[in-house]
C-alpha cells in the first residue's frame, strides 16, 4: 500500500524553527515529487513547495521562500521541510502530498502550533 | 501571484447536480494550467478527486466530472449523494513551477 506518514504535532515559540518528517512507503520515492500545504485554523489549503524526487530541485511559494527549506533522504524515502522564524500565523495543520505532475497521495498532516 | 477564486458556498438537493468553478485572476483558466480538484471533509485530510483538467483518479466517483467552462475549470457533481458535502478545493499549476489553490466552496447538501 501506498502511504505518506508524518512526524507529529509540535508547539513552538516565535521565531524558532521546526521540521516535519515525512516518510513514504509502497513506491518508488526518487520518481515523483513531493509537494508541501498548510491549512491555518479555519482556513484553506496554501502550497508552500515542492521537491523533487530524485535530484532535489525545489520551488518555493514567494510568502515563505526566505523561511523554508525543503530535503530529502532518497535512503530512507523520506521527505522534510524546515519552516524558520516562525509566527504565530505559522500556527497550521502542515501536510506532504506526493506530487506527479498532479497531487494524489496525501499525508495526515502534521499540526504546528505556534504560541509564547 | 495569481489569485484564484471559487465560491464561497453552494447548496444541492440530494440527487441533484451542481457545478463548482474555478478562476484565475491572470484570465482564462486553460489545459496548461492542470486543474486538480479535492474534496476535505472535517477533521479529514484533503482527498484528490480530479487532475489534468478532467481525468478521474481511481477511487473517484464517476458522478464527479472536471471540465473547462467559460475560462474557468469546472467541477460537476452528478447524482449529488449526502456524503457529497463537503469543501471542495481547485489547485491550479503556473509557470515558473508556482501552484496556487482557490479559496475553497462549502458544498451544504439540503
Known amino acids: 500500500q501506498v502511504h505518506l506518514v508524518q512526524s507529529g504535532p509540535e508547539v513552538k515559540q516565535p521565531g524558532a524553527s521546526v521540521n516535519v518528517s515525512c516518510k513514504a512507503s509502497g513506491y518508488t520515492f526518487t520518481t515523483y515529487g513531493v509537494s508541501w500545504v498548510r491549512q491555518a485554523p479555519g482556513q484553506g489549503l496554501e502550497w508552500l513547495g515542492w521537491?523533487?524526487?530524485?535530484?532535489?530541485?525545489?520551488n518555493y511559494a514567494q510568502k515563505v521562500q526566505d523561511r523554508i527549506t525543503l530535503t530529502s533522504d532518497t535512503s530512507t524515502t523520506t521527505a522534510f521541510m524546515e519552516l524558520r522564524g516562525l509566527k504565530s500565523d505559522d500556527t497550521a495543520i502542515y501536510y506532504c502530498v506526493r506530487d506527479r505532475g498532479y497531487f494524489d497521495l496525501w499525508g495526515q498532516g502534521t499540526l504546528i502550533s505556534v504560541s509564547s | 501571484q495569481a489569485v484564484v477564486t471559487q465560491e464561497p458556498s453552494l447548496t444541492v438537493s440530494p440527487g441533484g447536480t451542481v457545478t463548482l468553478t474555478c478562476a484565475s485572476s491572470?484570465?482564462?483558466?486553460?489545459?496548461?494550467?492542470?486543474p486538480n480538484w479535492f474534496q476535505q471533509k472535517p477533521g479529514q485530510a484533503p482527498s484528490a478527486l480530479i487532475y489534468s483538467t478532467s481525468k478521474r483518479h481511481s477511487w473517484t466517483p464517476a458522478r464527479f466530472s472536471g471540465s473547462l467552462l467559460g475560462g474557468k475549470a469546472a467541477l460537476t457533481l452528478s447524482s449529488v449523494q449526502p456524503e457529497d458535502e463537503a469543501e471542495y478545493y481547485c489547485?491550479?499549476?503556473?509557470?515558473?513551477?508556482?501552484?496556487?489553490f482557490g479559496g475553497g466552496t462549502k458544498l451544504t447538501v439540503l
Open positions: 491572470t484570465g482564462a483558466v486553460t489545459s496548461g494550467n492542470y
Open positions: 489547485l491550479l499549476y503556473y509557470g515558473g513551477g508556482q501552484v496556487v
Open positions: 521537491i523533487s524526487g530524485s535530484f532535489g530541485n525545489t
